[in-house]
Nanobody, 119 residues
Framework: VQLQASGGGLVQAGGSLRLSCAAA????????MGWFRQAPGKQRELVGL???????VLADSVKGRFTISRDYAKNTVSLQMDSLKPEDTAIYYC??????????????WGQGTQVTVSS
């Protein structure tokens, strides 16, 4: 199973960006998909998670500004980021908990995409 992320880039504070991530491979079932981020010198932290068939979970720091959504037919997860702040600057990683034919239940990570918010 591979996760391919797209989006990200450089934006001014108050602007918007959209991240997308697609899961591909011998997928039997996706339990959840979501996004984490890691800023320089900090630990990786949860941004948002969307379990299959359940409500999404968002970090307090992004509630009201970020929206996470999934397209179940396409095995994708998206993160719409509005009202961006400089403290949102980080590498964003797509995350998925997947049951596949080849590896059973595992957690997968995308390659990471840089989001930079200038003040």
């Amino acid at each position: 199973v591979q996760l391919q992320a797209s989006g990200g880039g450089l934006v001014q504070a108050g602007g918007s960006l959209r991240l997308s991530c697609a899961a591909a491979g011998s997928i039997v079932r996706i339990n959840s998909m979501g996004w984490f981020r890691q800023a320089p010198g900090k630990q990786r932290e949860l941004v948002g998670l969307m379990p299959t068939g359940a409500h999404s979970v968002l970090a307090d720091s992004v509630k009201g500004r970020f929206t996470i959504s999934r397209d179940y037919a396409k095995n994708t997860v998206s993160l719409q980021m509005d009202s961006l702040k400089p403290e949102d600057t980080a590498i964003y990683y797509c995350h998925a908990n997947v049951y596949s034919d080849s590896h059973g239940l595992r957690t997968y990570w995308g390659q990471g995409t840089q989001v930079t918010v200038s003040s």
